[in-house]
DNA sequence: TTGAAATAATGAACACTGTTCAGTAAATTT
DNA sequence: AAATTTACTGAACAGTGTTCATTATTTCAA
Protein backbone atom coordinates (compact mmCIF):
# COMPACT_ATOMS: atom_id res chain seq x y z
CA UNK A 1 0.00 0.00 0.00
CA UNK A 2 2.68 2.57 -1.57
CA UNK A 3 -0.61 5.10 -1.38
CA UNK A 4 -1.33 5.21 2.10
CA UNK A 5 2.65 6.26 2.86
CA UNK A 6 2.44 8.65 0.06
CA UNK A 7 -0.72 10.00 1.61
CA UNK A 8 1.26 9.86 5.04
CA UNK A 9 3.95 11.79 3.85
CA UNK A 10 1.92 14.28 2.18
CA UNK A 11 -0.13 15.03 5.11
CA UNK A 12 3.07 15.68 6.92
CA UNK A 13 4.65 17.77 4.17
CA UNK A 14 1.01 19.81 4.63
CA UNK A 15 1.91 20.70 8.20
CA UNK A 16 4.97 21.43 8.21
CA UNK A 17 4.40 23.63 4.79
CA UNK A 18 1.50 25.22 8.00
CA UNK A 19 4.36 25.87 10.76
CA UNK A 20 6.87 27.04 8.41
CA UNK A 21 4.98 29.66 6.86
CA UNK A 22 3.36 30.28 10.33
CA UNK A 23 7.43 30.41 12.37
CA UNK A 24 8.44 33.15 9.58
CA UNK A 25 5.93 34.91 10.32
CA UNK A 26 6.23 35.09 13.45
CA UNK A 27 9.86 35.90 13.67
CA UNK A 28 9.11 38.46 10.74
CA UNK A 29 5.78 40.36 12.23
CA UNK A 30 5.26 38.63 15.91
CA UNK A 31 2.36 36.88 17.41
CA UNK A 32 -0.05 39.80 16.52
CA UNK A 33 0.02 39.56 12.71
CA UNK A 34 -0.04 35.83 12.59
CA UNK A 35 -3.06 35.24 11.82
CA UNK A 36 -4.48 31.72 10.07
CA UNK A 37 -5.86 34.36 7.32
CA UNK A 38 -2.30 35.28 6.83
CA UNK A 39 -0.58 31.81 7.32
CA UNK A 40 -2.92 30.58 4.81
CA UNK A 41 -2.30 33.33 2.01
CA UNK A 42 1.42 33.00 2.46
CA UNK A 43 1.00 29.34 1.51
CA UNK A 44 -1.29 29.65 -0.89
CA UNK A 45 -4.54 27.79 0.49
CA UNK A 46 -7.62 28.55 1.88
CA UNK A 47 -8.06 29.37 5.82
CA UNK A 48 -9.99 26.49 6.17
CA UNK A 49 -7.91 23.93 5.04
CA UNK A 50 -5.37 24.96 8.25
CA UNK A 51 -8.38 23.52 9.85
CA UNK A 52 -7.58 20.01 7.97
CA UNK A 53 -4.47 19.83 9.28
CA UNK A 54 -4.67 21.38 12.80
CA UNK A 55 -8.18 21.65 15.34
CA UNK A 56 -7.39 24.91 16.19
CA UNK A 57 -5.10 27.81 16.22
CA UNK A 58 -3.89 27.02 19.28
CA UNK A 59 -3.18 23.02 18.52
CA UNK A 60 -0.83 24.76 15.54
CA UNK A 61 1.09 27.68 17.99
CA UNK A 62 1.72 24.33 19.61
CA UNK A 63 4.10 23.04 16.98
CA UNK A 64 5.51 26.33 16.38
CA UNK A 65 6.38 26.54 20.00
CA UNK A 66 7.83 22.91 19.92
CA UNK A 67 9.79 24.57 16.95
CA UNK A 68 11.26 27.04 19.33
CA UNK A 69 12.38 25.44 21.88
CA UNK A 70 13.89 23.01 19.32
CA UNK A 71 15.77 26.42 18.76
CA UNK A 72 16.51 26.98 22.59
CA UNK A 73 17.73 23.05 22.42
CA UNK A 74 19.98 23.94 19.92
CA UNK A 75 21.95 27.24 21.29
CA UNK A 76 22.32 25.14 24.39
CA UNK A 77 23.84 22.28 22.96
CA UNK A 78 26.02 24.93 21.26
CA UNK A 79 26.49 27.06 24.55
CA UNK A 80 26.61 24.77 27.61
CA UNK A 81 29.99 22.85 27.49
CA UNK A 82 31.52 23.41 30.41
CA UNK A 83 32.15 20.07 32.22
CA UNK A 84 32.00 21.98 36.08
CA UNK A 85 28.63 21.56 37.29
CA UNK A 86 28.81 25.13 37.98
CA UNK A 87 30.32 26.91 35.38
CA UNK A 88 27.70 24.79 33.26
CA UNK A 89 24.67 26.88 35.43
CA UNK A 90 26.40 29.99 34.59
CA UNK A 91 26.90 28.97 30.97
CA UNK A 92 22.72 27.94 31.32
CA UNK A 93 21.93 31.47 32.57
CA UNK A 94 23.90 33.50 30.61
CA UNK A 95 23.11 31.48 27.34
CA UNK A 96 18.65 31.31 29.01
CA UNK A 97 18.27 34.90 29.14
CA UNK A 98 20.58 35.38 25.75
CA UNK A 99 18.30 33.99 23.58
CA UNK A 100 15.48 35.21 25.19
CA UNK A 101 16.34 39.29 24.25
CA UNK A 102 17.75 38.31 21.00
CA UNK A 103 14.56 35.89 20.47
CA UNK A 104 11.57 38.38 21.80
CA UNK A 105 9.10 36.67 19.90
CA UNK A 106 9.95 33.18 20.08
CA UNK A 107 10.20 33.79 23.77
CA UNK A 108 6.63 35.60 23.97
CA UNK A 109 5.40 32.14 22.11
CA UNK A 110 7.59 30.04 25.13
CA UNK A 111 6.80 31.38 28.08
CA UNK A 112 4.80 34.63 28.13
CA UNK A 113 1.25 34.57 26.05
CA UNK A 114 -1.63 32.36 27.40
CA UNK A 115 -1.21 30.78 23.91
CA UNK A 116 -1.01 27.88 23.25
CA UNK A 117 -1.11 26.03 26.60
CA UNK A 118 -4.71 26.30 26.39
CA UNK A 119 -4.66 23.38 23.95
CA UNK A 120 -3.00 21.00 26.08
CA UNK A 121 -3.41 19.70 29.84
CA UNK A 122 -0.57 20.73 32.41
CA UNK A 123 0.69 17.02 32.39
CA UNK A 124 1.11 16.60 28.25
CA UNK A 125 3.37 19.58 27.59
CA UNK A 126 6.53 18.62 27.00
CA UNK A 127 7.96 21.29 24.78
CA UNK A 128 10.12 22.28 27.24
CA UNK A 129 11.62 19.47 28.47
CA UNK A 130 14.86 19.30 27.63
CA UNK A 131 15.95 22.41 28.81
CA UNK A 132 14.45 21.99 31.47
CA UNK A 133 15.94 18.81 32.37
CA UNK A 134 19.42 20.39 31.81
CA UNK A 135 18.83 23.25 34.41
CA UNK A 136 17.39 20.48 37.10
CA UNK A 137 20.38 18.05 36.41
CA UNK A 138 22.77 20.86 36.81
CA UNK A 139 21.52 22.24 39.93
CA UNK A 140 21.14 18.28 40.79
CA UNK A 141 24.95 17.96 40.51
CA UNK A 142 25.51 21.51 41.64
CA UNK A 143 23.78 20.19 44.95
CA UNK A 144 25.59 17.10 45.17
CA UNK A 145 28.99 19.01 44.68
CA UNK A 146 27.77 21.38 47.31
CA UNK A 147 28.48 24.30 44.76
CA UNK A 148 25.08 26.52 45.23
CA UNK A 149 23.44 27.58 48.26
CA UNK A 150 20.28 25.65 47.95
CA UNK A 151 18.80 22.79 49.67
CA UNK A 152 16.39 21.40 47.10
CA UNK A 153 17.20 21.23 43.34
CA UNK A 154 13.71 21.56 42.56
CA UNK A 155 13.67 24.89 44.75
CA UNK A 156 16.81 25.83 42.92
CA UNK A 157 15.95 25.28 39.32
CA UNK A 158 12.67 27.07 39.96
CA UNK A 159 14.48 29.99 41.83
CA UNK A 160 17.11 30.20 38.74
CA UNK A 161 14.72 30.04 35.89
CA UNK A 162 12.46 32.57 37.70
CA UNK A 163 15.05 34.71 37.97
CA UNK A 164 16.04 34.37 34.26
CA UNK A 165 12.32 34.81 33.29
CA UNK A 166 11.57 37.75 35.06
CA UNK A 167 14.38 39.58 33.50
CA UNK A 168 13.20 38.93 30.02
CA UNK A 169 10.19 39.27 30.30
CA UNK A 170 10.27 42.51 32.21
CA UNK A 171 12.43 43.72 29.68
CA UNK A 172 10.39 42.28 26.27
CA UNK A 173 7.25 43.42 27.83
CA UNK A 174 9.02 47.32 28.52
CA UNK A 175 7.90 47.52 32.07
CA UNK A 176 11.85 48.38 33.00
CA UNK A 177 11.76 52.17 33.44
CA UNK A 178 14.90 53.81 32.43
CA UNK A 179 15.00 55.39 36.16
CA UNK A 180 15.67 51.76 37.49
CA UNK A 181 18.83 51.12 35.05
CA UNK A 182 20.07 54.57 34.76
CA UNK A 183 22.82 55.51 32.02
CA UNK A 184 23.66 52.09 30.88
CA UNK A 185 21.58 49.69 28.50
CA UNK A 186 19.45 47.47 29.14
CA UNK A 187 21.23 44.62 28.06
CA UNK A 188 24.31 45.63 30.29
CA UNK A 189 21.96 46.17 33.30
CA UNK A 190 20.41 42.80 33.04
CA UNK A 191 24.28 41.37 32.51
CA UNK A 192 24.55 42.79 36.07
CA UNK A 193 21.87 41.02 37.41
CA UNK A 194 23.33 37.82 36.29
CA UNK A 195 26.49 38.41 37.76
CA UNK A 196 25.40 39.27 41.33
CA UNK A 197 23.06 36.57 41.38
CA UNK A 198 25.80 34.18 40.17
CA UNK A 199 27.99 35.55 43.07
CA UNK A 200 24.77 34.89 45.36
CA UNK A 201 24.22 31.50 44.70
CA UNK A 202 27.54 30.37 45.22
CA UNK A 203 28.39 29.05 48.11
CA UNK B 1 -18.85 79.73 34.24
CA UNK B 2 -20.61 76.87 36.04
CA UNK B 3 -21.43 75.33 33.16
CA UNK B 4 -17.79 74.35 32.14
CA UNK B 5 -16.81 72.90 35.72
CA UNK B 6 -20.34 70.31 35.47
CA UNK B 7 -19.50 69.62 32.18
CA UNK B 8 -16.68 69.04 33.12
CA UNK B 9 -17.21 66.88 36.03
CA UNK B 10 -19.67 65.07 34.05
CA UNK B 11 -16.77 63.97 31.04
CA UNK B 12 -14.80 62.74 34.31
CA UNK B 13 -18.15 60.98 35.43
CA UNK B 14 -18.35 59.63 31.90
CA UNK B 15 -14.70 58.28 32.28
CA UNK B 16 -15.14 57.00 35.66
CA UNK B 17 -17.85 55.15 34.35
CA UNK B 18 -16.20 53.48 31.92
CA UNK B 19 -13.49 52.06 33.54
CA UNK B 20 -15.37 51.07 36.64
CA UNK B 21 -17.15 48.75 33.66
CA UNK B 22 -14.02 47.98 32.31
CA UNK B 23 -12.25 47.39 36.08
CA UNK B 24 -15.00 44.95 37.19
CA UNK B 25 -15.22 43.22 33.58
CA UNK B 26 -11.46 42.73 33.89
CA UNK B 27 -11.61 40.88 37.23
CA UNK B 28 -14.45 38.82 36.71
CA UNK B 29 -13.97 37.86 33.06
CA UNK B 30 -10.10 38.62 32.35
CA UNK B 31 -8.17 40.28 29.65
CA UNK B 32 -9.72 38.32 26.69
CA UNK B 33 -13.85 39.23 27.25
CA UNK B 34 -13.03 42.60 28.21
CA UNK B 35 -14.08 44.63 25.15
CA UNK B 36 -14.63 47.85 24.13
CA UNK B 37 -18.59 46.65 22.64
CA UNK B 38 -19.08 44.99 25.86
CA UNK B 39 -17.88 47.62 28.28
CA UNK B 40 -20.28 49.44 26.21
CA UNK B 41 -23.29 47.68 26.32
CA UNK B 42 -22.18 47.56 30.78
CA UNK B 43 -22.80 50.85 30.76
CA UNK B 44 -25.75 51.38 28.05
CA UNK B 45 -23.86 53.32 25.64
CA UNK B 46 -22.91 52.90 22.36
CA UNK B 47 -19.30 51.01 21.51
CA UNK B 48 -18.57 54.62 19.48
CA UNK B 49 -19.12 56.86 22.69
CA UNK B 50 -16.28 55.11 24.22
CA UNK B 51 -14.28 57.01 21.41
CA UNK B 52 -15.43 60.12 22.94
CA UNK B 53 -13.54 59.71 26.39
CA UNK B 54 -11.14 57.11 25.42
CA UNK B 55 -8.38 57.62 22.19
CA UNK B 56 -8.25 54.06 21.53
CA UNK B 57 -8.28 50.84 23.79
CA UNK B 58 -4.55 51.16 25.24
CA UNK B 59 -5.33 54.80 26.60
CA UNK B 60 -8.54 53.22 27.93
CA UNK B 61 -6.55 50.04 29.80
CA UNK B 62 -3.77 52.61 30.97
CA UNK B 63 -6.52 54.27 33.19
CA UNK B 64 -7.33 50.52 34.55
CA UNK B 65 -3.61 49.43 35.19
CA UNK B 66 -3.58 53.09 36.90
CA UNK B 67 -6.15 51.64 39.15
CA UNK B 68 -4.16 48.14 39.37
CA UNK B 69 -1.89 50.00 40.44
CA UNK B 70 -3.71 51.74 43.09
CA UNK B 71 -4.84 48.40 44.56
CA UNK B 72 -1.01 46.86 44.99
CA UNK B 73 -0.33 49.90 46.60
CA UNK B 74 -3.06 49.99 49.32
CA UNK B 75 -2.06 46.71 49.59
CA UNK B 76 1.69 47.74 50.26
CA UNK B 77 0.78 50.32 52.88
CA UNK B 78 -1.39 48.10 54.50
CA UNK B 79 1.41 45.39 54.78
CA UNK B 80 4.93 46.70 54.66
CA UNK B 81 4.90 48.42 58.05
CA UNK B 82 8.27 46.76 59.18
CA UNK B 83 10.95 49.49 60.79
CA UNK B 84 13.98 47.45 59.93
CA UNK B 85 14.93 47.90 56.06
CA UNK B 86 15.53 44.02 56.26
CA UNK B 87 12.55 42.60 57.50
CA UNK B 88 10.26 45.50 55.13
CA UNK B 89 12.29 44.19 52.14
CA UNK B 90 11.08 40.57 52.98
CA UNK B 91 7.59 41.88 53.24
CA UNK B 92 7.45 44.04 50.13
CA UNK B 93 8.64 40.26 48.41
CA UNK B 94 5.76 38.46 50.42
CA UNK B 95 3.16 41.17 49.47
CA UNK B 96 4.02 41.20 46.25
CA UNK B 97 4.18 38.31 44.97
CA UNK B 98 1.00 37.09 47.33
CA UNK B 99 -0.70 40.17 45.43
CA UNK B 100 0.19 38.55 41.68
CA UNK B 101 -0.88 35.32 42.37
CA UNK B 102 -4.25 36.14 43.95
CA UNK B 103 -4.76 38.99 41.79
CA UNK B 104 -3.74 37.18 38.67
CA UNK B 105 -6.28 39.34 35.89
CA UNK B 106 -5.10 42.78 37.51
CA UNK B 107 -0.91 41.46 37.48
CA UNK B 108 -1.52 40.65 33.96
CA UNK B 109 -2.78 44.15 32.95
CA UNK B 110 0.22 45.05 35.04
CA UNK B 111 3.39 43.39 33.72
CA UNK B 112 2.24 40.58 31.44
CA UNK B 113 0.57 41.79 28.47
CA UNK B 114 1.70 44.29 25.53
CA UNK B 115 -1.09 46.57 26.07
CA UNK B 116 -1.38 49.24 27.32
CA UNK B 117 2.09 50.25 26.64
CA UNK B 118 2.34 50.99 23.36
CA UNK B 119 -0.21 53.50 24.87
CA UNK B 120 2.59 55.32 26.40
CA UNK B 121 6.35 56.27 25.67
CA UNK B 122 9.39 54.89 27.80
CA UNK B 123 9.04 58.26 30.11
CA UNK B 124 5.60 58.26 30.75
CA UNK B 125 5.13 55.37 32.63
CA UNK B 126 4.26 56.41 35.82
CA UNK B 127 1.82 53.79 36.92
CA UNK B 128 4.34 51.96 38.83
CA UNK B 129 6.65 54.41 40.54
CA UNK B 130 5.14 54.57 43.87
CA UNK B 131 5.69 50.62 44.46
CA UNK B 132 9.13 50.81 42.79
CA UNK B 133 10.30 54.02 44.86
CA UNK B 134 9.42 51.37 47.84
CA UNK B 135 11.12 48.90 46.74
CA UNK B 136 14.09 51.13 45.51
CA UNK B 137 13.99 53.06 48.94
CA UNK B 138 14.11 50.02 50.57
CA UNK B 139 17.02 48.93 49.23
CA UNK B 140 19.12 51.37 49.37
CA UNK B 141 18.48 51.41 53.20
CA UNK B 142 19.08 47.79 53.33
CA UNK B 143 22.66 48.24 51.53
CA UNK B 144 23.43 51.63 53.61
CA UNK B 145 23.20 49.25 56.44
CA UNK B 146 25.05 46.34 54.77
CA UNK B 147 22.10 43.98 55.34
CA UNK B 148 21.86 42.49 52.02
CA UNK B 149 25.05 41.04 49.04
CA UNK B 150 24.69 43.84 46.56
CA UNK B 151 26.47 46.14 45.39
CA UNK B 152 24.09 48.72 43.72
CA UNK B 153 20.80 49.43 44.54
CA UNK B 154 19.17 49.81 41.36
CA UNK B 155 20.39 46.13 40.41
CA UNK B 156 19.67 45.50 43.91
CA UNK B 157 15.78 45.91 43.15
CA UNK B 158 15.56 44.67 39.38
CA UNK B 159 16.87 41.51 40.71
CA UNK B 160 14.62 41.08 43.39
CA UNK B 161 11.76 42.25 41.34
CA UNK B 162 13.09 39.57 38.32
CA UNK B 163 12.45 37.14 40.87
CA UNK B 164 9.37 37.77 42.19
CA UNK B 165 7.43 38.55 38.56
CA UNK B 166 9.23 35.44 37.09
CA UNK B 167 7.72 33.60 40.22
CA UNK B 168 4.67 34.99 39.43
CA UNK B 169 4.59 34.90 36.08
CA UNK B 170 5.58 31.65 34.83
CA UNK B 171 2.70 30.46 37.42
CA UNK B 172 -0.15 32.80 35.99
CA UNK B 173 0.77 31.39 32.63
CA UNK B 174 0.84 27.50 33.91
CA UNK B 175 4.69 27.34 32.22
CA UNK B 176 5.83 25.39 35.55
CA UNK B 177 5.03 22.07 34.90
CA UNK B 178 4.17 19.39 38.22
CA UNK B 179 7.44 17.19 37.73
CA UNK B 180 9.06 20.38 38.80
CA UNK B 181 7.34 20.99 42.14
CA UNK B 182 6.67 17.76 43.38
CA UNK B 183 3.56 16.75 45.40
CA UNK B 184 3.47 19.91 47.13
CA UNK B 185 1.38 22.36 45.83
CA UNK B 186 2.42 25.53 43.73
CA UNK B 187 1.51 28.16 46.23
CA UNK B 188 4.13 26.26 48.50
CA UNK B 189 6.80 26.24 46.46
CA UNK B 190 6.98 29.32 45.75
CA UNK B 191 6.79 30.46 48.99
CA UNK B 192 9.73 27.92 49.17
CA UNK B 193 11.39 29.60 46.65
CA UNK B 194 11.03 33.50 48.26
CA UNK B 195 12.21 31.74 51.63
CA UNK B 196 15.38 30.38 50.17
CA UNK B 197 15.68 34.34 47.97
CA UNK B 198 15.36 35.90 51.08
CA UNK B 199 18.25 33.55 52.81
CA UNK B 200 20.58 34.12 49.78
CA UNK B 201 20.47 38.01 49.63
CA UNK B 202 21.13 38.35 53.43
CA UNK B 203 24.34 39.68 54.43
C1' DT C 1 -38.50 82.99 23.36
C1' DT C 2 -36.50 81.69 19.24
C1' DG C 3 -32.86 80.57 15.99
C1' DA C 4 -27.95 79.45 15.54
C1' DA C 5 -23.96 77.18 17.18
C1' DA C 6 -21.73 73.80 19.86
C1' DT C 7 -21.76 69.50 22.08
C1' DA C 8 -23.00 64.60 22.77
C1' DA C 9 -24.38 60.19 21.14
C1' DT C 10 -25.16 56.75 17.81
C1' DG C 11 -25.98 53.39 13.64
C1' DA C 12 -23.76 51.68 10.22
C1' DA C 13 -19.86 50.56 8.06
C1' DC C 14 -14.72 48.99 7.39
C1' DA C 15 -11.24 45.83 7.94
C1' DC C 16 -9.89 42.56 10.63
C1' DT C 17 -10.08 37.94 13.66
C1' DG C 18 -11.05 32.40 14.50
C1' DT C 19 -14.02 28.92 13.03
C1' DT C 20 -17.66 25.98 10.67
C1' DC C 21 -19.95 23.77 6.97
C1' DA C 22 -22.24 22.79 2.71
C1' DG C 23 -20.76 22.13 -1.73
C1' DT C 24 -17.28 21.22 -5.35
C1' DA C 25 -13.27 19.11 -7.47
C1' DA C 26 -9.92 15.55 -7.61
C1' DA C 27 -8.05 11.09 -6.65
C1' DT C 28 -8.79 6.35 -5.62
C1' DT C 29 -11.24 2.08 -5.56
C1' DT C 30 -14.56 -0.99 -7.25
C1' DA D 1 -16.79 3.83 -16.39
C1' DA D 2 -19.20 4.45 -12.07
C1' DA D 3 -19.06 4.87 -7.19
C1' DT D 4 -16.74 6.23 -3.30
C1' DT D 5 -13.50 8.42 -0.64
C1' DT D 6 -10.46 12.31 0.05
C1' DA D 7 -9.00 17.22 -0.46
C1' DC D 8 -10.21 21.72 -0.78
C1' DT D 9 -12.77 26.08 -0.74
C1' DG D 10 -16.37 30.06 -0.68
C1' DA D 11 -19.35 31.88 2.05
C1' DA D 12 -21.08 32.64 6.22
C1' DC D 13 -21.24 33.40 11.55
C1' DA D 14 -19.98 35.78 15.48
C1' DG D 15 -16.71 38.37 17.28
C1' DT D 16 -12.93 42.33 17.48
C1' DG D 17 -11.16 47.73 17.33
C1' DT D 18 -12.18 51.85 15.08
C1' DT D 19 -14.20 55.72 12.13
C1' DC D 20 -17.58 58.87 10.46
C1' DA D 21 -21.75 60.89 8.69
C1' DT D 22 -25.98 61.67 10.78
C1' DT D 23 -29.11 62.68 14.52
C1' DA D 24 -30.41 64.42 19.06
C1' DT D 25 -29.53 67.40 22.77
C1' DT D 26 -27.84 71.30 25.09
C1' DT D 27 -25.97 75.94 25.30
C1' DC D 28 -25.59 80.59 23.81
C1' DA D 29 -26.77 84.99 21.57
C1' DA D 30 -30.19 88.01 19.56
Redesign the pocket.
Known amino acids: ?G??E??ER??QE?RDKIIDAAISMFLEEGYE??????I?EKI??????????Y????E?LYDVQKQAFGKLDDVFREKITAADPFERLEQICRTYVWFGINNPELYDLMFIIKAPMNAIDDNEWHNGDQALNALIGCVTECLSKQEIRFSDPRVAALSIWSMGHGLISLNIRCRIKEELIGNIDKEEMINKCINEYVQLIKK
Chains 1, 2 share one sequence.
Not at 44 to 52: D, G, K, Q, R, V
Not at 55 to 58: A, E, F, I, Q, T
Open positions: MITRKEKMKTSIRNAEYSPATIYLYKDKDL
